[in-house]
């Protein structure tokens, strides 16, 4: 099935750097979706992705869909300590409508 | 607007006995999916509903089961729980509308624990 990886696994920054985290695939994928989850939360949606090589920021946060659609990156300017959390990419399945696939995650930790 | 919620938020359930979960999704949303999430699997689709239909289903034992309700409100059942049941169950709404319906909205989640 198709399946998305997520690198790196772990991330250890100092408050102010920039990060840069990505997804790739062997399989296409038409959309991509970035969400961030808190411990003991829910995955929050912070980017939407949907046509390939399109580049949409959300604030600090920015995200790029791959022009040959195997692959996205998320990058966050500036980090401050409330941005620590795990960040997943996800994408629907083909043929599958709703039903989203995820990578494993980035686990980022920011220290002030 | 009000966000996806999840009730109960914790539950302790033994082995062998079911347990049912609700998820009430945003106003307005007509597609309810349902994903289990453990460290080792990560996050796992389970099953989609809309409109009181299942339309998608992930590879999971019919154990585990859902619907979903006229309002949009959905509940799944896990029957016969095992221990490797223990996980935090998600849903998430979307509005299911061509160029959108993608965007998964996600409850906070139960947190299920089988002892």
């Known amino acids: 099935g198709q399946q998305l990886n997520q690198s790196p696994q772990s991330m250890f920054i100092q408050e102010g750097e920039d990060v840069s985290m990505n997804c790739t695939s062997s399989?296409?994928?038409?959309?991509w979706l970035w969400y961030k989850q808190d411990p003991g939360e829910g995955p929050v949606l912070l980017i939407a992705?949907?046509?390939?090589?399109e580049l949409t920021s959300n604030g600090r946060l920015t995200a790029q869909f791959g022009i040959t659609r195997k692959d996205s990156f998320l990058n966050i300017s500036a980090s401050i300590p409330s941005d620590v959390g795990i960040y997943f990419c996800?994408?629907?399945?083909?043929?599958?409508?709703?039903?989203?696939?995820f990578g494993k995650g980035t686990k980022l930790t920011v220290n002030p | 607007k009000a966000g996806v919620t999840q009730t109960p938020r914790y539950l302790i359930k033994t082995r062998g006995q079911q347990v049912t979960l609700s998820c009430s999704p945003i106003?307005?949303?007509?597609?309810v999916s349902w994903y289990q999430q453990t460290p080792g699997q990560g996050l796992q689709f389970l099953f989609e509903?809309?409109?009181?239909?299942q339309r998608n289903k992930g590879n999971f034992p019919g154990r585990f089961s859902g619907r979903q309700f006229s309002n949009s409100r959905s509940e799944m059942n896990v029957s016969t729980l095992e221990l490797g049941d223990s996980a935090l169950y998600l849903c998430?709404?979307?509005?299911?509308?061509w160029g959108t319906g993608y965007e998964q909205y996600f409850g906070p989640g139960t947190r299920l624990t089988v002892t």
């Open positions: 998430a709404s979307s509005l299911a509308v």
């Open positions: 399989s296409i994928f038409n959309t």
């Open positions: 992705l949907y046509k390939a090589g």
């Open positions: 996800a994408g629907p399945v083909k043929g599958g409508s709703e039903k989203l696939v």
């Open positions: 106003s307005g949303h007509r597609s």
């Open positions: 509903y809309f409109s009181e239909t």
